[in-house]
């Protein structure tokens, strides 16, 4: 029952209305037993740093944050873990002592959960989207000791500022969209992951797959295709690889495991359900086709 003293965990981003966090979330906490309730607040650009602040009054106990706004929230931090500072992006806030946030990042350990008994240690892989996600990317597949990883990207800036932060740690090459090369590189490539938005549900653009179909005509059977998007499941891109005999994984266990670590970072190290988290979203998405 929610009363007076029920405090609550939130989400912020925009769009946020797609968002199946809460849906998760709340499961976990009912099975915990926790005097909490979690929501998704859609916020504006200008608006972000007013919200936030004004949570601090208002019995809020953490935050996840998403797009576009895991990079924005740095300055309004206090505290920042040795991981976001890595990725230089945050997706988890929490009040400290109702006065000031400490940040971290839970995206890195959530990316990585699908793939920990793939065996991928010396393999090549491709990073579609150069944004705040495509860090929390790149430092999984450091961490699992891939041999070489290319991100390929619309925007210049964003490639060149990821591939210089990493570049001393692991083999990366940062190549545009419209590189000739990168029909070659999707065929040779072990693994490849979706970090874009291009097949989320409610998002408006011309292509329902990155950069179009053409560029996945060619895939090579057996190839592991990751999809960050959880929600369409499939979305047209792993539809299309599953059809090409692609290994496919779909953002949900990710969403899961990096929704369990906030809540446990939340709550001083509980031991959050996976299954009750995942369980109650197979039952929300069957009920919702």
Known sequence: MI????SFLALIGNPVSQSLSPIMQNAAIQYLGLDLIYIAIPCKNKDLEIVINALKKMNCKGLNITIPFKQKVFDICSEISPIAKKVQ???TLKLKDNENWSGTNTDVDGFLYPLKNLNLQKKTSI???SGGAAR???QGLKDLKLSKITIISRNKKSLNELTSNFNSEIEIKGMLNTDKEIDGLIQEADLIVNTTPVGMSKTINEDTMPFGQNLWNNIKSK????DLIYNPSPTPLLEFCDKKGCITIDGTQMLIAQGAKSLSFWTNGLDVPFEVMHDA???YLQSNK
């Open 3 to 6: 009363t007076s003293k029920t």
């Open 89 to 91: 992006a945050i997706n």
């Open 281 to 283: 979203l197979k039952k």
């Open 136 to 138: 929390s990317v790149t």
């Open 127 to 129: 990073i579609i989207g």
């Open 223 to 226: 190839t592991i295709v990751y």
